[in-house]
């Protein structure tokens, strides 16, 4: 108890001498803060280490946090409480903080989320069109505004640091997380991401309205070769990129370049490797390359479980990735063995007192940047602001710019909204899972109503005139109705998925789908056909077959914005963020020598009309 006293005593004095640390987009955060210092100097090894442990939120309880003096709790994909509501969500970060103020130096946690298209793990939230559609819009100014309404919707949940924006340059869409990236190209990248980030960021890390931006995965993750990944089934996913350095700052450096004139305060490394070299132990990149030559001088995180894959022995992954620079680890599990281990290799000497030191630094300097040792609650004025109209609104602007015409003969497109009759097919139409795609709820994502939105289906029946009659079969069977359908729309394309899980080496429709395509084109007198995709996806003979096609990519709970330009109401203006392929042997592309006749579509490829 009385120690207790004199340590709080303690921290308030340290807190009030303080200067007011505060970050401005393009001011780095000042260096030697007396408060970090003081805190420092009172810290034993066992507080230093729980600093950098990262541990996800079921695998630890509060009371552990205050035990281990835990530096941050993470929720992964799908990491949502027992009762997945905004309020829910709060109490469950605010429980955490509490344990961690309860520590002896009372050093708030840091609780991170993968907000990647919205505050998309919370139920009733609004979700943005995946990256991939935010890429075909190209639209920085847009960018700003979602990264601010993401933010503004995880402080009411009481969370200040996202894992976003992925600056991944996906270089082979057979890549499941290609959609995760903006563009094959490394201008389109950099621009729209630092656009997001200021959004998150703003000018004041410390303004109540403001989240911490991660600029992941460093470094080249959208650069691995297909099947060189050793993790589970997957194909490319954390497999493993080469090249020179001519390379890598060509295509996949120069978005952390350009996060970093702009305020980027967290980087976490990739699972993949660089010329075999494992990302998470490579010191040169992340030491070498990116604090020293880029002058980063945020903290960096490792990404989940990243760590282990160094090497078969712990201890050595554990020594090399601190060593390496890695100032906080995504155990995400098992934080007794991380700390014990990290607590034998420092008193070993195997990972030097400096560096346990700097990596703490650059950790608190952040907390105190962030304003959390004033503010470390949620901020209960925003709940109501979570999957708002305005935020909706925002979102359905995005898809409207996100969309891309890849065909339209006769000017199928634009429908008339007194259109007598319209059939629309397939499953994806009426599913706000399906079109939401994968980080989505669930880590994975899931097709059915997961969470509330408009599905494309229902934005059609909603812009339609009262006199229009809309007819729906999932399957695309109107025969009860009619042998010769007219006017047909098919909504087909991927099924969600995240991360390995979506490495395709066909990027083929669906079997099913294309039969009811076949079918359709027979039928009905004009078919347009929908994409619902997380990447441009192989089309064969079917192209031929079609009147209209629009790549929708995976829009979010906003299907209203896809029938606002199906009909007219706002025009088509979005272009290819990605090379589409006639075929998949001529992946991947050798970008340096592609000529577009070589190909379906050429990136920067897009109809007005
Ligand atoms: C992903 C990261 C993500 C982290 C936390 C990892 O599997 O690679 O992008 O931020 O999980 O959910
Ligand atoms: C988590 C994700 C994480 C993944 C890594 C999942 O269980 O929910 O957030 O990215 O594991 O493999």
Redesign the pocket.
């Known amino acids: 108890m009385k120690a207790n006293f004199a340590y709080a005593v303690l921290l308030v004095a340290v807190l009030l001498s303080g200067a007011v640390v505060s970050i401005s987009s393009n001011a780095p955060i000042e260096t030697v803060d007396p408060r970090i210092e003081a805190l420092l100097a009172e810290m034993t090894l066992a507080e230093k280490i729980g600093q950098m442990t990262l541990i996800?939120k079921n695998s630890i309880d509060p009371a552990d946090v205050t035990d281990y003096a835990i530096g941050g709790i993470l929720s992964?994909?799908?990491?949502y409480p027992r009762e997945n509501t905004p309020e829910g969500w709060a109490d469950m970060v605010n429980g955490y903080q509490q344990a961690a103020l309860e520590t002896r130096l009372g050093i708030p946690m840091i609780y991170g989320v993968?907000a990647v298209h919205g505050h998309n793990n919370v139920y009733g939230a609004v979700i943005f069109p995946h990256n991939v559609g935010l890429g075909a819009a190209n639209n920085p100014e847009l960018m700003t505004r979602i990264g601010e309404v993401t933010a503004a919707e995880m402080i009411g949940t009481g969370i200040y640091w996202n894992y976003g924006p992925a600056v991944s340059v996906p270089q082979d869409i057979r890549w499941g997380r290609t959609y995760e990236g903006y563009s094959e190209d490394t201008a389109i990248v950099s621009s729209l991401s630092s656009a997001y980030l200021r959004g998150l960021q703003q000018a004041d890390l410390a303004a109540p309205d403001t989240v911490l931006a991660t600029v992941k995965h460093f470094v080249a993750d959208g650069g691995t070769r297909w099947g060189s990944s050793k993790t589970g089934n997957y194909q490319i996913d954390q497999g493993v990129a080469r090249g020179d350095m001519n390379l890598l700052r060509r295509v996949h450096l120069p978005p952390y370049e350009v996060a970093i004139e702009n305020g980027a305060q967290s980087v976490m490394i990739s699972f993949s490797s660089w010329n075999y070299v494992k990302m998470h132990g490579n010191r040169e990149l992340i030491t070498d390359v990116l604090k020293t030559e880029l002058g980063f001088d945020g903290f960096i995180v490792a990404d989940?479980?990243g760590v282990d894959q160094i090497s078969l022995s712990y201890y050595e992954s554990v020594v090399r990735a601190i060593n390496a620079g890695i100032d906080m680890n995504m155990v995400p599990y098992d934080y007794k063995t991380f700390i014990e281990t990290l607590t034998i290799a420092v008193e070993a000497g195997d990972v030097p007192m400096e560096r346990i030191d700097d990596a703490v630094r650059n950790i608190l300097k952040l907390k105190l940047a962030l304003g959390l040792f004033e503010q470390p609650f949620s901020n209960p004025d925003y709940l109501a602001e979570i999957g708002s109209e305005a935020h909706r609104e925002v979102a359905r602007d995005a898809v409207r710019q996100s969309l891309v015409l890849l065909k339209n003969e006769n000017s199928v497109l634009p429908l008339s909204a007194d259109i007598d009759e319209i059939f629309v097919a397939g499953k994806a139409a009426d599913d706000i899972g399906i079109q939401s795609g994968g980080w989505t709820i669930e880590?994975q994502g899931r097709p059915g109503d997961i969470t509330p939105g408009t599905t494309i289906l229902e934005g059609i029946q909603a812009t339609v005139s009262a006199d229009t009659a809309v007819y729906y079969d999932k399957f695309g069977h109107f025969d009860d109705i009619t042998d010769a359908p007219s006017t047909c729309i098919a909504v087909v394309g991927e099924m969600p998925y995240?991360?390995g899980f979506g490495d395709d080496p066909d990027l083929e429709l669906a079997a099913r789908d294309k039969r009811m395509l076949r079918r359709l084109a027979e039928v009905c007198d004009t078919v347009t056909v929908l994409l619902i995709s997380g990447r441009p996806m192989i089309l064969n003979d079917l192209f031929a077959q079609w009147d209209g096609l629009v790549a929708v990519w995976l829009p979010g709970t906003e299907g209203q914005g896809v029938a606002d330009v199906l009909f007219g109401d706002y025009p088509f203006t979005g272009t290819l963020p990605y090379t589409w392929p006639h075929a998949v042997d001529q992946l991947p592309f050798e970008f340096e020598t592609l000529s577009s006749e070589d190909v379906l579509f050429p990136r920067g490829f897009g109809l007005t009309e």
Do not use: C, P, Q, V
Request: charged share 25%; aromatic share 18%.
């Open positions: 996800e992964g994909g799908g990491g993968d989940w479980g880590w995240a991360e």
